[in-house]
Each structure stands twice: as structure tokens, then as C-alpha cells.
């Protein structure tokens, strides 16, 4: 069992709808990550959280929008998307922004869009 | 600007035969050097991190890995291949940018392991 915790696992969802993505976690991190991992691909960051703050977008379309509530609680906010972001969504955490410390994954969100 | 270079993507491996999994880095600092493996539809687990103490590192489930500088590699070993090893292993460098912790990862290989 991983100690990230995403949901749901798996969301389909049509061109026009409205979805969300949890991530929690309970270790005491204070930087919270998304991820897009395309199949047979490594991850690809997306955002970056920092003390609920964010701190890195690698130039993410508008559709996604990240949200931080608290420090256990990351969402990733989805809207008018793609056929092409039909993804695996992987969210992270790490104790801080030390390029030392590893991050750890959530099993991930597997999204299809159709 | 850093990168990683994992020189296989796909080894196949006999169950109980030794695994050597080959990366190679670039940075131009002091790096942090990670290896994670994901199985299938599964998030990726940490296998072991250098991050500048020891250069032999020992990894969970019998991995270890050496960071060997003259050479820029983090090659990943284990003596005795299981079942259950097969899946993607990744190899990652640690850069820290202005706004935090960004890794950067290799493609990845394939770890096939055959009874």
C-alpha cells in the first residue's frame, strides 16, 4: 500500500464534463506534485506545490487547474479536455523542495476520455 | 541542464540469475540519483537514492546500485532475479530549479524475468 492516496483509480469522462482528481496524503509533506504519464513513457511534471503554494506549472493548458486546500489535500480540477490527455495521473510528495529528498507516488488516476 | 540515459530498454533475465539494469547521467553539480520501479497499472515505488553519502547503495527487495563519478553511472544490480522483479524501472536525477524539486527521468527498461 502506498502512502499517496489518489481517486478514484480509474475515470472516463466525455469532452464536455467537469471532473476532479484527489490526491491525500498523511506523511507531514509539505511539496505535493502532479504528474501525466503516457503509456510506455516516463512521468511528466505538470505541477508543483509548495507549502500550498504553487511554484512550478510547466505550461500546462488552462483545462487542468491545480488546487492545494490544505497541506494532506491536493486536486487536480478537469474541463473541456482532449482525447490526447487520456493519461495515467500520478500525484507526489516529498518532506520539502530539497532536490535531495525523493518524492512518493500514488498508484494514480487512469484517464480516459472519450 | 541535466539528463539521464538508461542504455536498455527491455532486459530479459532468467528467475535466479544476477539483474544489471545501466544508467548513465549528466549534471553539472553534486547530483541526487534515484531509482524507482512501477509495475503495472501501479505508481512508482522508490527502490534507493544516493544523495552524496555512500557510493554503494543498498535499495529494498535485494537492489542496490553504485554511483561511480569517473564514469557518471548508477547502474542498478541484484544477484538473484525473482518473478515478481519484472516491471519498468526508472532511472531519475534530481535538479533543483527556482521553483523546487524537479526530476528528471530516464526512459526506462522493461525487466522481463523468464522461469
Known amino acids: 500500500d502506498t502512502e499517496v492516496t489518489q481517486t478514484p483509480k480509474h475515470l472516463v469522462m466525455g469532452m464536455t464534463n467537469k471532473k476532479s482528481l484527489k490526491c491525500e496524503q498523511h506523511m507531514g509533506h509539505r511539496a505535493m506534485y502532479w504528474y501525466k504519464q503516457k503509456a510506455k513513457k516516463p512521468p511528466e511534471l505538470m505541477f508543483v506545490?509548495?507549502?500550498?503554494?504553487?511554484?512550478i506549472n510547466e505550461s500546462v493548458p488552462s483545462r487542468f487547474s491545480p488546487e492545494c486546500p490544505n497541506s494532506s489535500l491536493l486536486n487536480l480540477h478537469l474541463h473541456a479536455l482532449q482525447p490526447e490527455d487520456s493519461a495515467l495521473y500520478l500525484c507526489?510528495?516529498?518532506?520539502?523542495?530539497?532536490?535531495?529528498?525523493?518524492?512518493?507516488f500514488g498508484d494514480g488516476t487512469r484517464l480516459s476520455i472519450l | 541542464a541535466q539528463s539521464v540515459t538508461q542504455l536498455d530498454s527491455h532486459v530479459s533475465v532468467s528467475e535466479g540469475t544476477p539483474v544489471l539494469l545501466r544508467c548513465n547521467y549528466s549534471s553539472s553539480y553534486s547530483p541526487s540519483l534515484f531509482w524507482y520501479v512501477q509495475h503495472p497499472n501501479k505508481g512508482l515505488q522508490l527502490l534507493l537514492k544516493?544523495?552524496?553519502?555512500?557510493?554503494l547503495v543498498k535499495g529494498i527487495n535485494g537492489f542496490e546500485a553504485e554511483f561511480k563519478k569517473s564514469e557518471t553511472s548508477f547502474h542498478l544490480t541484484k544477484p538473484s532475479a525473482h518473478m515478481s522483479d519484472a516491471a519498468e524501472y526508472f532511472c531519475?536525477?534530481?535538479?533543483?530549479?527556482?521553483?523546487?524539486?524537479?526530476?528528471?527521468f530516464g526512459t526506462g527498461t522493461q525487466l522481463k524475468v523468464e522461469l
Open positions: 531519475v536525477v534530481s535538479e533543483l530549479t527556482g521553483g523546487g524539486n524537479k526530476l528528471t
Open positions: 506545490y509548495s507549502y500550498e503554494k504553487l511554484s
Open positions: 507526489a510528495s516529498s518532506q520539502g523542495l530539497e532536490y535531495n529528498q525523493p518524492q512518493h
Open positions: 544516493y544523495t552524496s553519502a555512500a557510493t
